[in-house]
């Protein structure tokens, strides 16, 4: 009785593991998926934040940038299934998209247009985003939950802010 219960409790171990890690994956397939829709979709995002808020961002540069975004969210799923915390990385990354696609969506609703982005957000990155910090809030201590949430809000003012620095500086 105790072996099985050690084996049910190991499968059980191993299929949380497998699950964190797929669902971890889904972050980069649909942050490529939203750059794609940023750079093609409309007038691109590109052009949009120079209309908009005379923010100087060539298609180029706006690639790079999400290139090292791309690269930092793929090395951080890495890290944090070596270290040991798959899960917060997983509230911090839904929050992130949550964030990013509440805001393409109310862009969009307070200018009455579309804004490259709100396709992905709104099919993909809202849903993620709720889906993630929904599952995981169980899984977690509050204190723990809150802080990751905190850290997704926080990137998401770190990516405004250097976007926007970076548009004036050029």
Known sequence: ??????????????????????????????????IAEEHCGGEAYSAYLLRLRGIQLSPARFLVAHAIGLALMIGGIILARRLQFPNL??????????VNGLTHTTLSLAYTEYVPGLITSILLWI????????????????????????????INGIIELVTSKAGQAF
């Open 89 to 98: 990385l997983s509230v911090i990354l839904g929050s992130v998209v949550l």
């Open 127 to 154: 849903p993620l985003g709720i889906a993630t910090l929904a599952g995981y809030k169980r899984t977690m201590r509050e204190a723990r939950y809150w802080l990751g949430i905190a850290m997704g809000v926080a």
């Open 1 to 34: 009785m105790l072996f099985s219960k050690m084996i049910s409790q190991r499968v059980d171990h191993l299929l949380a593991n497998t699950r964190t890690a797929v669902w971890s994956w889904l972050f980069p397939i649909t942050y490529l998926l939203h």
